[in-house]
């Protein structure tokens, strides 16, 4: 039964033939316990933050247990109100639309006029691109921050959004998608004469549904996740993210409990974000050219 | 390399088009409210982009005529979101700011200052317009033009002369100008969890803890408290600047100096004395002979360490007056546990590290901003007058601090005022919830003269050094104390070479 | 071939339209483009121009020529920092590079609840990468009472230091790392080894090769191809280490942590020096840009190869 269905394995090492002698059988087994045990390890953290956020910080700084007290859901919500998670969430959930909107709509273009309209001199353009995929902005990091206190732009989320709209990554991923789009078709909608913005719309936007999927959901786990710059330009004001409280406990006497249950909080969205959408985002990972 | 150079211009020529295209923006934004009209037009198209509710300093509206005029104030000042009943009494303050100043708005910005952080919240404008610092910042914060100028304010109040003259000098430049207001002062103690004074048999006859008064019997003290309780002796810090902050007064003890100031205005380190190395050995034996410090000094700060005070993991904490309320109302300490002696003695004698708390303003604020802050001081009971509300501030203060099971003592008095002096004292005799006693050897040694200001030169990277000492003793067993002790003088000679000293 | 020609055809098309097309396309490209200028490349510019001057708070006072540089290098923490930021790499390369291959060998020779291996694999990639340092360091705490302690208690150990042994504390910081990205490049190698060609394996088994030998002989070669890639992508974003260290123990103990780029940001927001720490950043950048160099150049002559 177990080792009946090794039969249909498709990859690997371990064929389907294999699978009659014992020796192989019980490396089988191993490797799944194996599997077992990096599952543990992988889901564990955050079970434990989940268990440990229902103590209070005399039993956690006390206790020698893994398992709370008991599971007193009014502690959680006290420190939700306390700090006002809701607004964190609000906030959040503003920076993320905007992001992903930006990230979707500005990487595209650029990928699909590298990749399909390449128009005279595109080349330069691709390769600084190419280029910034090698370094990334925390290098620079003061320098931006000093340029969006310039012209103005601090204490907004506009800042925010528009970063997104600059991601090399996410325009190589594109304008991945983009090139594998039959030319065939574009040239038929040309013949017909359509022009540039039309095929774009009727044409390329249809069948990008699946990589605009892929990177929206990127998106929206990158945005949530992203502190520094938010931290630089919104700390003091009232469109303190999730991630930007998260950050500034790092500089304010908070308990660990609180801490532990702030982190709670933050890592909520992405998971079920996650559990609904796991298939889309594990095939856009295995794809290759994403960096989280 | 042809093509590259093509990319280059192109690049920096899109990116002057775009800087071009805000230019109005960036340099009037850096403009002071002297330019009224231009910033105006300005700010007002920041506030398009950013949605009006921030409300915060956008208000670099007209200044002139600023008596009526609305103004919004953003507290930095504002308790932490974890101290809800805290947070109420402010609520009160605000409410009374209503009645007294209905011009002015309060934007509560709970802000802890840190020095990782403030320059950030300065660029970005978002500096609260009050909050709280510390007596080692202003030099710095005051040449970086970080803060702002409040002497015709205070002078217009009358606040300047009730300032105790040795604290207005700290908090001004060297013309005089003065840049900041004290909230209290402080003096270092040691605070003590009498439960487990109590668990382990260190009470006297009446039931006071016997505590330590050298350094030596604090080893031997803490070392009965973990063998009879458990829980750690004494919590040292060794995480960040305030490790070495706490060890600058336990090397003073030894009889060190760290640093000294010359004739000539140049600045000593002077951390690898005989004293100072003695000291910083005794913190080894704490960890490697005694073993009576918590599981990772390593992680403990300012904050956490009222937390192992407070829970009972630790028996002793070094701590002040000021901070009464994070062992117990923040940490759960029940009021009648919580004492503070005197900081132990050594061979150099007995020294209480004596500092405070300032208030500064933002850069940005406006007169009429720096002046509701300042009315928002008197509503809270901190500024040098004994008006009505003042009192009542201090009242409200005070019923909350019962309320909340934190003890009610003296402050120490960084006002000369003495209508003010006078109220204090009859507010902790009114609504005083401890047994005096326990806190009286502390205040008695704080008063004569073993109270020790902080160290001079550039204090904060004097203690970035000793922490890293710190943690290298408290990690390694064979740390070299003497020659971790050279290069952290060494080190923090260089620094002042290069700041202070250079710029003489 | 098809390829070719159909892009010959379109290039001939193109001609015809030539200006309008280019003109489009620019303009479509143009919103993009500032960005990037605005978010990476005018920024890398800035901080070259900011390195030479002296500065009060982010105004640019004068001209100090290489200053900034020398104070940067003689700076206390320099030395020590500079040593971390290649024992992070290095360290990366040690048990950040192994791990993902074999979590991906590994999943890929199962059959049952393989979807939910690679869900499980790459959970800890989606959680945000401040919340799980605040986790593990929790997880790290030294005395009895660190959840690792706890596990290890249970087995009868002593209490272990974790990130205060200061030989440890790199290590450590790389295994969480480690953990938090090693599922994606698993998943990555994993569609490398599905599309590895079953005859493969057949005509090795005929020629009486075992499983570890197929693993080693047809398994690994294929997907080290897309290892370099994702090595120096990996050296690239490791080199930038900052907020980890930051946040677990502030750099320490006595400075066995510290990173570059967190030096760089205690330059520009501790210290308030915006020159010294564009310094920083340009040598950092153009260790970078090295780094990136061979990265091309390894992987043109694969293109070759």
Same mark, same amino acid.
């Given at each position: 039964?177990?080792?009946?269905?090794y039969?249909?394995?498709?990859?690997?090492?371990?064929r389907?033939y294999d699978?009659?002698?014992p020796k192989v059988?019980?490396l089988?087994?191993?490797?799944?316990?194996?599997?077992?045990?990096?599952?543990?390890i992988c889901?564990?953290?955050?079970? =434990?933050?989940?268990?440990?956020?229902?103590k209070d910080?005399?039993?956690f700084?006390?206790?020698?247990?893994?398992f709370?007290?008991?599971?007193?859901?009014s502690?959680?919500?006290e420190?939700w109100n306390?700090?006002?998670?809701?607004k964190?969430?609000?906030?959040?959930?503003?920076?993320?639309v905007g992001?992903t909107?930006?990230a979707?709509?500005?990487n595209?273009?650029l990928a699909y006029?590298?990749?399909?309209?390449k128009?005279?001199?595109y080349?330069i353009?691709?390769?600084?691109v190419?280029?910034?995929?090698?370094?990334?902005?925390?290098?620079?990091?003061?320098?931006?921050?000093?340029?969006?206190n310039l012209?103005?732009l601090?204490?907004?989320?506009?800042?925010l959004?528009?970063?997104? /709209?600059?991601n090399a990554f =996410?325009?190589?991923?594109?304008?991945?998608?983009f090139?594998?789009?039959?030319?065939e078709?574009?040239e038929?909608a040309?013949?017909?004469?359509c022009g540039?913005?039309?095929?774009?719309?009727?044409?390329m936007?249809p069948?990008?549904k699946?990589i605009?999927?892929?990177v929206?959901i990127?998106?929206?786990?990158?945005?949530?996740?992203d502190?520094l710059?938010?931290?630089?330009?919104?700390?003091?004001?009232?469109?303190?993210?999730v991630?930007?409280?998260?950050?500034?406990f790092k500089?304010?006497?908070t308990? !660990?409990?609180?801490?532990?249950r702030?982190?709670?909080?933050?890592?909520?969205p992405?998971?079920?974000?996650f559990a609904?959408?796991?298939?889309?985002?594990?095939d856009g990972?295995?794809?290759?050219?994403v960096?989280g | 390399?042809?093509?590259?150079l093509v990319?280059?211009?192109l690049c920096?020529?899109?990116?002057a088009?775009?800087?071009a295209g805000c230019?109005?923006?960036?340099?009037?934004?850096?403009?002071?409210?002297?330019?009224n009209t231009t910033?105006?037009?300005?700010?007002?198209?920041?506030?398009?982009t950013?949605?009006?509710?921030?409300?915060s300093?956008?208000?670099?509206a007209?200044?002139?005529?600023?008596?009526?005029?609305e103004?919004?104030i953003t507290l930095?000042i504002?308790?932490?979101?974890?101290?809800v009943d805290?947070i109420?009494?402010h609520?009160g303050y605000?409410?009374t700011?209503?009645?007294l100043?209905p011009?002015?708005t309060?934007?509560?910005?709970y802000? #802890?200052y840190?020095?990782?952080?403030?320059?950030?919240?300065?660029?970005?404008?978002?500096?609260?317009?009050i909050?709280?610092s510390?007596?080692?910042?202003?030099t710095?914060?005051? !040449?970086?033009? !970080?803060?702002?100028?409040?002497?015709?304010e205070?002078?217009?109040?009358?606040?300047l002369?009730a300032?105790?003259?040795?604290?207005?000098e700290?908090l001004s430049?060297s013309?005089g100008r003065?840049?900041?207001i004290?909230r209290d002062?402080y003096?270092?103690?040691l605070m003590?969890?009498?439960?487990?004074f109590?668990?382990?048999?260190?009470v006297?006859e009446?039931?006071?803890?016997?505590?330590?008064k050298?350094?030596e019997?604090?080893a031997?003290t803490?070392k009965?408290?973990k063998?009879k309780?458990g829980?750690?002796g004494?919590?040292?810090l060794?995480?960040?600047?305030?490790?070495g902050?706490?060890?600058s007064n336990?090397?003073?003890?030894?009889?060190?100096?760290?640093?000294?100031?010359?004739a000539?205005?140049?600045?000593t380190s002077?951390?690898d004395?005989?004293?100072a190395?003695a000291a910083?050995?005794?913190?080894?034996?704490?960890k490697?002979?005694?073993?009576v410090l918590?599981?990772?000094?390593?992680?403990?700060d300012? /904050?956490?360490?009222f937390?192992?005070?407070?829970?009972?993991n630790?028996?002793?904490?070094?701590?002040?007056n000021?901070?009464?309320?994070?062992?117990?109302?923040?940490?759960?300490?029940?009021?009648?546990?919580?004492?503070?002696c005197?900081? $132990?003695?050594?061979?150099?004698?007995?020294?209480?590290?004596y500092?405070?708390?300032?208030?500064?303003?933002?850069?940005?604020a406006?007169?009429a901003?720096?002046?509701?802050?300042?009315?928002y001081?008197?509503?809270?009971?901190?500024? $040098?007058?004994?008006?009505?509300?003042?009192?009542? /501030?201090?009242k409200?203060?005070?019923?909350?601090?019962v309320d909340?099971?934190?003890?009610?003592?003296k402050?120490? $008095?960084?006002?000369?005022?003495?209508?003010?002096l006078?109220a204090?004292a009859?507010i902790?005799?009114?609504? /005083?919830n401890?047994?005096?006693?326990l806190?009286?050897?502390?205040?008695e040694a704080t008063?004569?003269?073993?109270?020790?200001?902080?160290?001079?030169?550039?204090?904060?990277?004097?203690y970035?050094?000793l922490t #890293?000492?710190?943690q290298?003793?408290?990690?390694?067993?064979n740390?070299?104390?003497t020659?971790l002790m050279?290069q952290?003088d060494?080190?923090?000679?260089?620094?002042?070479?290069a700041?202070?000293?250079?710029?003489? | 071939?098809t390829? #070719?020609?159909s892009?010959k055809?379109g290039?001939?098309?193109?001609?015809?339209?030539?200006r309008?097309?280019?003109?489009y396309g620019?303009?479509i490209?143009?919103?993009?483009l500032?960005?990037?200028a605005? +978010?990476?490349?005018?920024p890398l510019?800035e901080?070259?121009?900011?390195?030479?001057?002296?500065?009060?708070?982010y105004?640019v006072?004068e001209?100090?020529?290489?200053?900034?540089?020398s104070?940067v290098?003689?700076?206390i923490?320099f030395m020590?920092?500079?040593?971390n930021?290649?024992?992070?790499?290095?360290?990366?390369?040690?048990?950040? +590079? +192994?791990?993902?291959?074999?979590?991906?060998v590994?999943?890929?020779e199962?059959?049952?609840?393989?979807?939910?291996f690679?869900m499980?694999?790459?959970?800890p990639?989606?959680?945000?990468?401040?919340?799980?340092?605040?986790?593990?360091?929790?997880?790290?705490?030294?005395?009895p009472?660190g959840?690792l302690?706890?596990?290890t208690?249970k087995l009868?150990?002593e209490?272990?230091?974790?990130?205060n042994?200061?030989?440890w504390t790199?290590?450590?910081?790389?295994?969480?790392?480690?953990w938090k990205s090693?599922?994606?490049?698993a998943?990555?190698?994993?569609?490398?080894i599905?599309?590895i060609?079953?005859?493969?394996?057949?005509?090795?088994?005929?020629d009486?090769?075992?499983?570890?030998?197929r693993?080693?002989h047809?398994?690994?070669?294929?997907?080290f191809?897309?290892g370099?890639?994702?090595?120096?992508?990996?050296?690239?974003?490791v080199?930038?280490?900052?907020?980890e260290p930051m946040?677990?123990k502030?750099?320490?103990p006595?400075?066995?942590s510290?990173?570059?780029?967190m030096?760089?940001y205690?330059?520009?927001?501790?210290?308030?020096?915006?020159?010294?720490?564009?310094?920083?950043?340009v040598?950092?950048c153009?260790?970078?840009?090295?780094?990136?160099g061979?990265?091309?150049?390894?992987t043109?002559?694969?293109e070759?190869a």
């Amino acid at each position: 039964m177990f080792f009946q269905k090794y039969n249909d394995k498709k990859d690997g090492v371990i064929r389907g033939y294999d699978i009659r002698s014992p020796k192989v059988k019980v490396l089988a087994v191993v490797i799944m316990l194996i599997c077992f045990a990096m599952v543990c390890i992988c889901l564990f953290p955050a079970i =434990w933050v989940f268990l440990a956020s229902f103590k209070d910080i005399k039993e956690f700084t006390r206790n020698v247990t893994i398992f709370p007290e008991s599971f007193e859901w009014s502690r959680m919500a006290e420190t939700w109100n306390a700090f006002k998670f809701t607004k964190f969430y609000r906030n959040s959930l503003i920076s993320i639309v905007g992001s992903t909107i930006c990230a979707v709509i500005f990487n595209g273009l650029l990928a699909y006029g590298l990749g399909v309209l390449k128009p005279k001199g595109y080349k330069i353009a691709l390769g600084l691109v190419m280029w910034s995929l090698m370094i990334p902005g925390v290098t620079s990091i003061v320098a931006l921050f000093r340029n969006i206190n310039l012209i103005g732009l601090n204490k907004s989320f506009i800042p925010l959004w528009f970063s997104f /709209g600059a991601n090399a990554f =996410w325009v190589v991923l594109f304008k991945q998608f983009f090139e594998e789009i039959p030319r065939e078709l574009l040239e038929a909608a040309k013949l017909d004469g359509c022009g540039v913005l039309k095929i774009f719309t009727s044409i390329m936007l249809p069948l990008s549904k699946p990589i605009i999927m892929v990177v929206a959901i990127f998106a929206v786990t990158a945005a949530w996740s992203d502190f520094l710059l938010p931290y630089l330009v919104l700390n003091g004001t009232d469109k303190v993210t999730v991630m930007v409280k998260l950050f500034s406990f790092k500089d304010t006497p908070t308990d !660990a409990v609180s801490v532990l249950r702030a982190s709670f909080f933050a890592i909520i969205p992405p998971t079920i974000i996650f559990a609904i959408f796991q298939k889309q985002i594990t095939d856009g990972a295995a794809s290759g050219a994403v960096k989280g | 390399m042809k093509k590259k150079l093509v990319s280059l211009i192109l690049c920096t020529a899109m990116a002057a088009t775009l800087l071009a295209g805000c230019g109005n923006g960036s340099t009037s934004t850096n403009e002071t409210t002297s330019n009224n009209t231009t910033t105006e037009s300005n700010t007002a198209d920041t506030s398009d982009t950013a949605p009006a509710d921030t409300g915060s300093d956008d208000t670099d509206a007209p200044a002139a005529d600023a008596q009526d005029e609305e103004v919004t104030i953003t507290l930095g000042i504002w308790p932490e979101d974890t101290l809800v009943d805290d947070i109420a009494v402010h609520e009160g303050y605000v409410a009374t700011m209503g009645e007294l100043h209905p011009n002015v708005t309060c934007v509560p910005a709970y802000y #802890k200052y840190s020095t990782d952080t403030f320059m950030p919240m300065v660029e970005s404008g978002n500096c609260p317009t009050i909050f709280e610092s510390w007596f080692t910042e202003p030099t710095k914060l005051i !040449a970086q033009g !970080a803060i702002a100028d409040i002497t015709d304010e205070l002078k217009a109040r009358g606040w300047l002369d009730a300032m105790n003259p040795s604290i207005k000098e700290l908090l001004s430049d060297s013309n005089g100008r003065v840049y900041g207001i004290p909230r209290d002062g402080y003096a270092l103690g040691l605070m003590l969890n009498v439960e487990l004074f109590e668990e382990a048999g260190l009470v006297d006859e009446d039931g006071y803890p016997l505590y330590p008064k050298t350094w030596e019997e604090l080893a031997e003290t803490a070392k009965t408290i973990k063998e009879k309780t458990g829980a750690a002796g004494l919590c040292l810090l060794a995480k960040d600047n305030a490790g070495g902050w706490h060890f600058s007064n336990i090397a003073w003890a030894f009889g060190a100096t760290l640093c000294t100031e010359n004739a000539d205005g140049t600045f000593t380190s002077n951390l690898d004395s005989e004293e100072a190395i003695a000291a910083m050995e005794y913190v080894k034996s704490l960890k490697w002979d005694y073993d009576v410090l918590t599981a990772d000094p390593l992680s403990e700060d300012w /904050g956490t360490g009222f937390t192992q005070l407070g829970t009972g993991n630790a028996a002793m904490y070094i701590g002040a007056n000021d901070a009464v309320n994070q062992p117990t109302q923040v940490n759960g300490l029940p009021v009648d546990k919580l004492s503070i002696c005197p900081i $132990p003695a050594g061979p150099g004698g007995q020294y209480s590290l004596y500092g405070g708390t300032p208030y500064f303003f933002s850069k940005d604020a406006t007169p009429a901003q720096i002046n509701a802050a300042l009315d928002y001081l008197e509503v809270m009971g901190k500024a $040098p007058v004994a008006t009505e509300a003042s009192v009542e /501030g201090m009242k409200a203060d005070a019923q909350n601090k019962v309320d909340q099971g934190v003890p009610v003592i003296k402050r120490f $008095p960084c006002w000369v005022a003495q209508d003010v002096l006078d109220a204090e004292a009859a507010i902790v005799e009114e609504y /005083g919830n401890v047994d005096p006693k326990l806190y009286d050897a502390y205040f008695e040694a704080t008063s004569s003269d073993g109270l020790h200001l902080e160290e001079p030169g550039s204090t904060q990277d004097m203690y970035a050094e000793l922490t #890293k000492v710190l943690q290298a003793v408290l990690t390694d067993k064979n740390a070299d104390v003497t020659s971790l002790m050279q290069q952290a003088d060494e080190n923090y000679q260089t620094i002042l070479d290069a700041t202070l000293n250079g710029a003489e | 071939m098809t390829v #070719k020609t159909s892009k010959k055809l379109g290039e001939k098309k193109a001609k015809e339209t030539f200006r309008k097309r280019d003109f489009y396309g620019w303009l479509i490209m143009v919103p993009s483009l500032v960005l990037f200028a605005f +978010f990476v490349w005018e920024p890398l510019i800035e901080n070259i121009r900011l390195s030479f001057f002296s500065t009060k708070m982010y105004e640019v006072v004068e001209f100090t020529g290489l200053k900034n540089y020398s104070a940067v290098i003689h700076d206390i923490d320099f030395m020590a920092a500079f040593k971390n930021t290649f024992a992070y790499t290095l360290w990366s390369l040690l048990i950040g +590079f +192994f791990v993902p291959m074999i979590i991906g060998v590994l999943i890929s020779e199962t059959i049952h609840f393989k979807g939910f291996f690679r869900m499980a694999v790459y959970f800890p990639n989606i959680m945000p990468s401040l919340a799980t340092i605040w986790i593990w360091s929790y997880f790290f705490l030294p005395g009895p009472t660190g959840v690792l302690n706890i596990l290890t208690g249970k087995l009868g150990m002593e209490p272990f230091e974790w990130l205060n042994n200061p030989h440890w504390t790199i290590p450590l910081i790389i295994i969480t790392l480690t953990w938090k990205s090693a599922g994606s490049t698993a998943l990555i190698y994993m569609a490398n080894i599905s599309s590895i060609s079953p005859d493969l394996y057949e005509a090795a088994t005929i020629d009486g090769a075992g499983i570890w030998q197929r693993v080693r002989h047809i398994t690994l070669p294929s997907i080290f191809g897309i290892g370099k890639t994702m090595l120096i992508l990996q050296i690239i974003s490791v080199f930038q280490i900052m907020y980890e260290p930051m946040i677990f123990k502030n750099g320490g103990p006595n400075n066995a942590s510290i990173s570059l780029m967190m030096l760089m940001y205690r330059y520009g927001y501790r210290d308030y020096n915006v020159g010294k720490a564009a310094a920083l950043s340009v040598l950092v950048c153009m260790i970078l840009v090295v780094l990136s160099g061979i990265y091309m150049k390894a992987t043109a002559q694969k293109e070759e190869a």
